[in-house]
């Protein structure tokens, strides 16, 4: 932000300084040492200070304001036309005073810079037509100055549009420069804004995926408790300890996500699955190949794979009736393969399509697996694929 201050700095005072110094040094002089008569000599200094505030001016507001690729920038027609005037007088009456070399200086000027808001058809249509005007009126204009042979003619027609050409390059090419640090200085403040967007986006799907699991778990035990507290105190206290872990866990784990710290490990919620399914009297068997150690995951592998034990996990506990559940977890070809289903699926859209699992496909995808649901009669089962190295193009955080 400071370099591009600064190269704002630079490029302002390059055009301003430039504008005002050609219009002041060099045609003011020619204007005060002409002899002509007062009245004009005041007209001239007139249109020459108006022609140079509006320049400066215009400079000012064309920096202000980079466009859109394509897009021009808001005209200020009152100083257009205030600066267009002055040159216009300005150029008048250095023609009429026979300077072939500098009367087009000033009317240049000021097409450069109305050319520099406008977008790049109209941009060139601008130039082109001002070029052939200012040739015109150099050729046209060449007897009155006194200078009438062919080659003092052709010199006086093909000055002008040179001169605005040179002009407009300069101008344009360094008012591009600018524009281009300024869309790249845009585009990085852009960038870090989705940056943050996704990090934000990250930090509620690890929350949901925290916070929803343990907060379910915890409902589950407490009712559990509720209905044991009359027939089965002692039972009943056991259970609101487990409560008062959970809540602990659940405290821990999110200090944990707000420092960035935690990942969800594959082996950790399958313990825990089996765990919390227990506890709800579901028959939980885990099927897990000798030769599929989870330590040949990536952290990412085993972070989504975690991930998606966990939200299955949840859903049976939240959607279903189960009474068996099963965990299937093998290798094959290089693809970690996970699978588990239960006998309880009920009705309702949640259990089909819960917005947890939808946003775990799209993780699973980004890393190159793929995690799929479906129904069948009283069956429900989530099926995940991950390579065993995922860890390109996805942060499973």
């Known amino acids: 932000m400071r370099d591009l201050a600064s190269f704002r700095r630079s490029t302002w005072w390059s055009l301003a300084g430039t504008t005002a110094f050609v219009l002041v040094v060099l045609l003011g002089r020619r204007v005060l040492i002409a002899a002509v008569p007062s009245w004009a000599t005041v007209a001239g200094l007139v249109a020459l200070a108006v022609t140079t505030v509006a320049g400066v001016v215009l400079l000012g507001r064309r920096m202000a304001g980079v466009p859109q690729v394509g897009e021009p920038v808001g005209l200020p027609l009152g100083w257009l036309v205030a600066g267009g005037a ?30 520099t808001f406008l977008p790049s058809r109209r941009r060139w249509l601008l130039l082109a037509v001002s070029a052939a005007a200012a040739a015109a009126l150099g050729w046209i204009a060449t007897p009155v100055s006194g200078s009438g042979d062919g080659g003092g003619r052709l010199w006086a027609a093909l000055l002008p549009p040179g001169l605005l050409a040179i002009t407009a390059a300069t101008l344009l090419g360094i008012l591009w420069a600018w524009d281009v640090a300024a869309r790249l200085e845009r585009a990085g403040r852009l960038s870090a804004d989705l940056a943050v967007a996704d990090e934000r986006l990250r930090f509620a799907a690890d929350l949901h995926d925290i916070q929803g699991h343990h907060l379910q778990v915890i409902a589950l035990k407490s009712e559990l408790a509720a209905r044991l507290a009359q027939t089965d105190p002692a039972r009943a206290a056991v259970e609101m300890q487990e409560v008062r872990r959970l809540a602990a866990e659940a405290l821990r784990d999110t200090r ?71 965990v299937d977890y093998h290798v094959t070809a290089g693809l970690a393969q996970l699978r588990m289903g239960n006998d309880g699926a009920v009705d309702h859209p949640a259990a089909a399509a819960g917005s947890g699992l939808r946003v775990l496909a799209e993780r699973l995808a980004a890393a190159g697996g793929r995690l799929t649901w479906e129904r069948d009669g009283d069956r429900f089962v989530v099926a995940a694929s991950l390579p065993l190295d995922a860890g390109t193009g996805v942060e499973a955080g």
């Open 86 to 115: 002055g040159a216009a007088v300005l150029g008048g009456i250095l023609l009429l005073l026979g300077d072939d070399g500098a009367w087009p200086v000033a009317p240049a000027m000021m097409v450069s810079i109305a050319a």
């Open 256 to 326: 944990a996500v707000v420092q960035g710290y935690r990942r969800t490990a594959l082996d950790d919620e399958i313990a825990n699955a089996t765990r919390v399914l227990a506890a709800a009297d579901i028959d939980a068997r885990m099927r897990l190949d000798a030769d599929a150690g989870t330590d040949r995951l990536s952290e990412t592998s085993r972070n989504l794979l975690g991930l998606v034990v966990r939200e299955a996990t949840t859903n049976v506990l939240r959607h279903s009736r189960a009474r068996r559940a099963e």
